[in-house]
């Protein structure tokens, strides 16, 4: 017996939590429900952030959570209560599997069969924004070490249990060269350690649309958290419908399992919903917790029904569905199909299927850290680069001298062209005369001396080495 958490959700959140729960419980699983209230009530009630501190007791003591859809209401800084939960609990890995159920769910792509592995807890989604001028905003890409390695082990791992044979990396590295470019030389060092899984890596806009139009190039795909969001979608959506994906959401100790779809509001309270998304999250759920031959046993008897033509009105389609089924009926037709096969799509078989165990992070030892320089970031509402290069010169000091300066990155001084948009926000980088002898109180007296000199100075960014290696990109056009 294993208990588990579960939120019922708002729109259809209700109908499809009950479908799931009264399949998986005709099944056998052996399950406990502790039951909480999370989402718009919650919200509404004056909770931002949608959970009360008791519900989060319960599903910290659980470990795993069961999740329907719910409403996040719009405006009145609601948080979204999935990026908390994911991050809060260090659901570090995000499991989605898209497979075409042809030619029982109509789809462009009848052989694709990949899985999306979305590293969850970082990058854009660090949620870190500033506005710095009257013009500009700012949101922190953050991509740690611990991040990529864990993200980038469960995905071969993920193959190795599944016995899928190449895992494929998406990344933007000939841009994000230190960002982007982390994941990439992570990825290609653990690939090293799996000679039995194939790899490779895409820039993620040919990835992508190669994606798009050929999915059955693909397998295991795993990516940095915001190309991941977008597209785990497109990859649902290309099987024939979002409505029959689910999600796991995986960390070192808790983990979320959800439909990827919302809570649409506008289905609820018809019993027309379609409670297969989260029955793939409930099925993965199993498998995480050991129950893999009730798992199985749900999701041929599932198939089956999908190839028996009894479908929701989503996937409905005449001449290939035989009966429109709400989502009460579909729920009793794949409870009567428990212990049946499906004949044309592939039984699947989750003997291996239990959790994975992955190993701590373990932190490397500390580079040789050299600093180098500084960025001072400055707002200026000038356009002529060579008059503000002018004004920043007076706060050099005995070592710090200007060696550029650009303007959403594009290098505009010394030598810029005169046809480059400048905004109002300026990045001066100073550099030492002497490196060996730059120290922090050297930056903090060039910062002195903007203030004296009335610039308005928004931020710095030391500029460091590792080990030999510099750590900070040049400005474009350097
Ligand atoms: P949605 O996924 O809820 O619905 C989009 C459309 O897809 C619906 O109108 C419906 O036609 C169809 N659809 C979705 N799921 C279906 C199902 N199971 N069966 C049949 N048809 C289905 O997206 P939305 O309308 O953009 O968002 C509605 C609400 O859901 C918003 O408040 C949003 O914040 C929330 N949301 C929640 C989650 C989550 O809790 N994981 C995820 C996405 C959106």
Not at 182 to 190: A, C, G, M, R, S
Not at 229 to 243: E, F, K, M, R
Not at 412 to 433: A, I, S
Not at 437 to 443: D, E, F, G, M, P
Request: charged content about 25%; glycine content about 8%; aromatic content about 8%.
């Amino acid at each position: 017996m294993t208990k588990i958490t579960v939120a019922k959700g708002d729109g259809i959140g209700p109908e499809i939590m009950d479908a799931t729960l009264d399949i998986l419980l005709s099944a056998g699983a052996k399950l406990e429900i502790d039951e909480i209230e999370v989402g718009e009530k919650v919200y509404l009630a004056g909770n931002t952030s949608g959970i009360s501190a008791e519900s989060w007791d319960i599903i910290r003591r659980n470990k795993v959570f069961l999740k329907a859809p719910i409403t996040t209401p719009q405006g009145g800084g609601y948080k979204s209560l999935n990026v908390t939960t994911r991050k809060f609990l260090g659901l570090y890995s995000n499991v989605r599997p898209c497979r075409s159920m042809h030619p029982f769910v109509s789809t462009k792509h009848p052989i694709m069969d990949i899985v999306i592995v979305r590293e969850n807890e970082e990058d854009l989604y660090a949620g870190i924004e500033h506005q710095q001028t009257d013009e500009v905003v700012q949101c922190l890409k953050l991509i740690s070490r611990p991040g990529c390695e864990k993200i980038v082990r469960y995905a071969f791992e993920y193959a190795k249990q599944q016995n899928r044979k190449k895992v494929t990396c998406f990344t933007k590295d000939n841009i994000m060269k230190q960002t982007d470019g982390l994941f990439h030389q992570v990825f290609d060092e653990i690939a090293k350690e799996y000679p039995e899984i194939e790899n490779e890596h895409w820039i993620i806009d040919i990835g992508a649309a190669k994606m798009a139009d050929t999915p059955e190039a693909f397998d295991v795909i795993v990516m940095p958290n915001l190309y991941g969001d977008v597209l785990s979608d497109v990859a649902a959506q290309i099987t024939g419908s979002v409505g029959l994906a689910g999600s796991a959401n995986i960390g070192e100790e808790c983990s979320m399992f959800e439909a990827i779809h919302g809570s649409a509001p506008r289905r609820a309270g018809q019993n027309v919903a379609n409670p297969s998304g989260l029955l793939q999250g409930a099925i993965m759920m199993l498998n995480h917790i050991g129950q893999t031959d009730i798992a199985e046993k749900v999701q041929n008897a599932w198939l089956k029904t999908l190839e028996d033509g009894l479908h929701t009105y989503d996937i409905y389609k005449e001449g290939i569905s035989k009966e429109k089924l709400g989502t009460k009926e579909f729920a009793k037709a794949v409870i009567s199909n428990l212990g049946k096969m499906p004949s044309v799509l592939n039984p699947v078989s989750y003997a291996n299927n239990s959790a994975l165990n992955l190993p701590k992070y373990k932190r490397k030892p500390s580079a040789r850290k050299v600093l180098e320089g500084v960025d001072v970031f400055v707002q200026w509402n000038g356009t002529n680069a060579n008059e503000l290069a002018d004004i920043v010169k007076h706060m050099e000091n005995y070592n710090l001298k200007l060696s550029m300066i650009t303007n959403r990155g594009i290098k505009v001084w010394p030598e810029g062209f005169k046809e480059t948009f400048c905004t109002d926000h300026w990045r001066c980088r100073f550099k030492p005369v002497e490196a060996s002898v730059l120290t922090k109180a050297s930056i903090v007296d060039l910062l002195t001396n903007a203030i004296h000199l009335n610039i308005d100075t928004i931020k710095t960014e030391n500029l460091y080495s590792f080990d030999g290696k510099t750590g900070y990109s040049l400005g474009q056009g350097q």
